[in-house]
Every structure is written in C-alpha cells, then in structure tokens.
C-alpha cells in the first residue's frame, strides 16, 4: 500500500512539473530569481525572416520548470506562431479592401481620353490627399509625365507598369528594413518600442515577439509602460501565449527605466536572443518625454546595445502622426518605423510622407488586429494591393 502511494506521489509530482513547461515565465522586476543558465543554442538553419538572415530553428517553449508568480494570469499553453516571411503578400488583401479606392482613381485618371493638364493635377491632388506629401506627390507626376510623353503610352497595361514602377521608387526599394534583432555573442538584441500611447505599441511588442518567435527566435518582454497599468497584463498575456519571458514590475508607475534595466539583465542570464521594451508613449511635454526616454536608453547600454529604436505610429492619424513622429525623432534616435492599422485608412501615402519626415524605414507594417497582423514591409506588395492585382 505505501509502495503504490509513493508511485501516486511521483506521478502527481511529474504531472506538475509538466504542466509548468507550458507557463510562459514571468519575473517581477527587482524580485527576480537566481539568474538561469543562458539555453544552449541548436543549430541555426539559414532563412529569412525578421532580421533578414539565419534564426534558430524550433520556437522555444518556456524554459522548463519555469513558474509564473501567485496572482499571474491563468497558464495558457504556449503557441507556435508562423514564421514571419510573405506575410505581406498574404495580407494583401486587407490593403486592398481599403487602398483600392486609392488605386482605381489614379489608373482611371491615367487612362481618360484626355490625359490633359487637369489630368495631371488630379492625380497629383489623389496622391496629396492619400497622405503622401505635397513635395513627393508633384515628384512622382513630373517624373510620370515625363514617362508618359517621351513613349507616348497609352495603353492601360503599360501606364499601369509606369505608375507601379514610380510609386515603388517613391517608397524606397532600397532601404533597408532588416530588423536587428540577433544576439551579439553573449548579449541580446534589444529593441525600443516609443511611441505615443493608442498608436497599438503594446499590441506591437506582442506581434513582433510572436513573429521573432515563430521565425525561430527567443523572446523576452520588458514591460516598461508603466504608466498605463494594463499595458503590463496586456504584455503578459502576449508572452503566456508564445512562450516569452516578461518582465514586468510589482507597483504601477514604477520607474520604467529600472523595469527595462531588469528586462535586460534578465534578458543576459536567460541567454535569449531579442529582448523587446514596452515604453509609455506620453507626449506630456517634450523635456519629459526626453527624460524618460533617454534615461531608459542610457540604463538599457549600461548591459548592452539598443539595437532599434522603433517609432509606432498609427496610420490613420495623417498629419497629426507625422507631428508625434517629430517629436519622437527629436528625443530619441529611431531606427524604424512600425505603422499600424495601415488596414483601416485608404491614404497608403503615409508612408512616404513618414519615411520622408525622419528618414528611416517603415520597416513594420500593422494590418489588423490578429496575433499574426504584423508584416515586414515590402514596397513592391504594397503597391500591388494599392493597383489591384
Ligand atoms: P498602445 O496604447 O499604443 O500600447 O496601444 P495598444 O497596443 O493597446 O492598441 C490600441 C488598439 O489598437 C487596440 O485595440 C489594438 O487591437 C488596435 N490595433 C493595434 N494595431 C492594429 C492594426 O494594425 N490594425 C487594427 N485594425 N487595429 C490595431
């Protein structure tokens, strides 16, 4: 009788430990556990992805053993997130749905019986009011024109090419939108989400872990918004369901620089490959938004390098964007541009007038609000969900 109670206990034992694989870790900022051994490292296949370059090869699950604290969200198992490559082609149809519009105008205007000066203006006025920018706007219709006089065009399908080909170069199909999210010999990459509060920056940190993820990466959260208290449950939530170790702090408005100094270090121990910092996105006044994003900076490089800064706007907001995109360029070194609910406006444009304005890449694109609505941008399939077709 003892003997077959002992094997119930070992069962019982084993039963829980299994279950624990599928918590995704959460740590407390300063109450964190004795730091883990950094995982060891499978082989890394090449592929492409995210960074553009070789990722590891199966998506980690939450290191074994790991135990989310009292009080943490029920456990949900850890998904496994599909790999981030051509999600812009598969999501071309939520661009179409609402860029279309913008698309059919211009190809109607190109192909009238009458291609005359009022033509030209038209299409000219259809790029500005798509959000583009008065200067690239009148650019792209010189350089049109010009197309459009010197071979004589007229047919549908060749003015089309003409207006695909210079709505790509206006967007830029050399710049570069790798993101750098791989590991400098023992420290992660860490990458700095800023931007104003309602852009979908939390939402972001959550897809773009998801992506990291499922491209085969190992993620850890930092949530350093804590100004808004549910951007940390929201983190949270995100990492449970991926197998991100989060990082969050025991009180609201802690110090967010302290939060995504714990991220980091955490980070290190655990070994993992990109480390992600939610921060709190309030225009207060410059000087303040200065301090904050500086100081979480300056904390970040005491452990290691910020590898990006990426500003997420909101797409929809037009002008009022691109004045946020100022002041963030202003504070702090963006390195990229997240744009974000690029599925709800019909002015694509933004995104010349963004990449303009700072002179970074959009490198990110948010189209939607499923887990797996984050894209790496690509001009040429932007512009053919713009064109249809
Ligand atoms: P934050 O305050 O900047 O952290 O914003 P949140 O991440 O909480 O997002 C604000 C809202 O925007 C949420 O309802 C998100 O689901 C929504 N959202 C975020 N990204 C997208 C997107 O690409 N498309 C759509 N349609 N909604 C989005």
């Not at 109450?31 to 499978?42: D, G, I, K, V």
């Not at 700072?358 to 990110?364: A, D, E, N, Q, T």
């Amino acid at each position: 009788m003892e003997q077959v109670l002992i094997v119930i206990a070992v069962i019982a034992v084993l039963g829980v430990g299994g279950g624990a694989i599928l918590l995704a870790p959460l740590v407390r900022s300063r109450r964190r556990p004795p730091p883990e051994p950094p995982e060891a490292l499978p082989g890394r296949p090449s592929g492409s992805g995210l960074a553009g370059t070789v990722t590891r090869e199966a998506p980690p699950a939450a290191e074994p053993g790991a135990v989310a604290e009292p009080g943490a969200p029920p456990a949900i198992p850890a998904e496994r997130p599909p790999p981030s490559a051509g999600r812009m082609v598969r999501l071309r149809g939520r661009l179409a749905r609402s860029q279309s519009a913008l698309g059919s105008v211009l190809l109607s205007l190109l192909s009238s019986d009458r291609l005359d000066e009022q033509a030209w203006e038209e299409i000219e006025d259809t790029l500005i009011t798509a959000d583009m920018g008065v200067v690239p706007a009148r650019q792209l219709v010189e350089r049109l024109r010009t197309e459009v006089k010197v071979g004589g065009t007229r047919d549908l399908a060749e003015l089309r090419a003409l207006l695909r080909a210079d709505l790509i170069e206006a967007i830029g199909p050399d710049m570069d939108r790798s993101l750098h999210t791989r590991r400098h010999g023992d420290r992660p990459a860490v990458v700095l989400m800023v931007g104003v509060n309602g852009t979908g920056k939390t939402t972001a940190c959550g897809k773009l872990a998801r992506a990291l993820i499922g491209d085969g990466q190992s993620v850890l959260l930092g949530a350093a918004d804590t100004f808004r208290a549910a951007a940390a449950d929201q983190l949270q939530t995100w990492g449970q369901r991926v197998g991100a170790t989060v990082v969050r702090s025991d009180k609201d408005g802690a110090d967010p620089a302290s939060v995504a100094f714990d991220a980091v270090s955490e980070g290190i121990s655990r070994g993992v490959d990109t480390v992600i910092v939610d921060t709190a996105g309030r225009l207060h006044t410059k000087a303040g938004l200065m301090d904050e994003l500086g100081k979480i900076k300056r904390v970040i490089s005491k452990q290691a390098e910020v590898d990006e800064v990426l500003l997420v706007l909101d797409a929809t907001t037009g002008q009022n964007g691109l004045r946020q995109a100022r002041v963030f360029a202003e504070v702090v070194d963006v390195t990229g541009i997240v744009l974000t609910k690029l599925d709800g406006t019909a002015k694509g444009g933004i995104v010349v007038a963004v990449q303009r304005e700072l002179g970074v890449p959009v490198k990110l694109v948010g189209l939607g609000e499923g887990p797996d609505d984050l894209a790496p941008f690509e001009p040429a399939a932007f512009v053919d969900a713009i064109l249809g077709g």
